[in-house]
């Protein structure tokens, strides 16, 4: 009886060291699945739209709180739920009944109020104003409520929406444009609703659309390793490089998704007032950046030095 209970206690406590490394394991291999289903299932719904600009009113008041602001929920209702399977939809006030949490753990392991609105999703699209020494230029725009929706599969979605939301693109090394004036939709999705962890990595992510015709949609997702939060600068082609080394699904993000972080850099944990590598070239010894300090995307010469932040695949 005595070895009995003994192997009863080895068992238990080796049980107790490993099991929750195999759940932790089973829930992100669960979580990555998701994630890639999620994300295929917006790119061909969006696909399907004609554009993805104009809905719903959006009239400037005397500040924020007083403009007639109904474009994203008209935008899901309207648009969105005509190509996508949508169970429930909730405007700006009732967004808890569409499983939306309060606050989050984001990227960084930092503890944020959920944004509610394009200006505390990123104060950036309040204004912001860029000299590349050529000409400078500006941006400003009406802050937009926020409004959710649940898919079939039990997913929350909290969506805000820039109803005048532009094509744009750079094509040469002269050229600086903002992300924010090419985002028509971003995304922040919990994969499990108001259930635990809440953690951005985890259970949540952020999905971005650029361009209102011919959309481009990206889901970055930021390794755990970042030369930003040691404060060094790096080369484009060690950048290149130190993404491959890394691990196997982690590589360079592509402008679009390096702009998508900039956007959600709270959500994502970038560092503020920084500038980031792109995989994009525009031209021999270009290559594309982007700006955390204003949400500008122009291009630096690659033997110039900046701050790195790989995705995975």
């Known amino acids: 009886m005595a070895e009995i209970l003994l192997s009863l206690t080895i068992i238990g406590v080796v049980a107790a060291i490993t099991l929750p490394s195999l759940t932790g394991n089973i829930n992100e291999r669960t979580w990555n699945t998701q994630r890639k289903a999620l994300y295929a299932k917006f790119s061909q719904a969006i696909a399907l739209m004609p554009s993805l600009n104009g809905y719903g009113i959006l009239t400037e008041g005397n500040d924020s709180t007083s403009a007639v602001d109904t474009a994203a929920e008209t935008f899901i209702t309207s648009g969105l739920s005509k190509v996508l399977k949508i169970n429930n939809i909730c405007d700006h006030e009732h967004l808890e009944d569409c499983g939306i949490v309060t606050s989050f753990t984001n990227f960084g392991g930092s503890r944020i109020d959920t944004p509610k609105t394009l200006y505390e999703l990123n104060s950036h699209f309040a204004s912001a104003s860029y000299d590349n020494g050529i000409e400078n230029i500006s941006y400003s725009a009406v802050d937009v409520k926020s409004a959710a929706f649940e898919t079939q599969n039990g997913e929350s979605i909290l969506a805000y929406y820039n109803p005048v939301c532009i094509s744009q693109n750079i094509s040469t090394v002269s050229e600086a444009i903002f992300s924010q004036r090419g985002m028509c939709l971003n995304l922040i999705y919990d994969l499990n609703g108001n259930k635990g962890p809440n953690t951005v990595g985890k259970d949540m992510g952020v999905i971005t659309v650029f361009n209102p015709v011919d959309p481009t949609v990206v889901a970055p997702m930021p390794s755990s390793v970042s030369n930003a939060a040691n404060n060094t600068t790096i080369v484009w082609d060690d950048a290149m490089k130190a993404c491959r080394n890394q691990d196997a ?65």
């Open 249 to 313: 699904d982690s590589r360079m993000p592509n402008i679009d998704e390096l702009s998508a972080m900039v956007l959600n850099q709270n959500v994502l944990s970038l560092t503020p007032n920084t500038q980031f590598w792109a995989s994009y070239v525009v031209q021999r010894g270009y290559a594309g950046t982007a700006h955390t300090i204003d949400g500008v995307v122009g291009v630096a010469g690659k033997n110039n030095a900046r701050y790195l932040r790989c995705v995975k695949r």
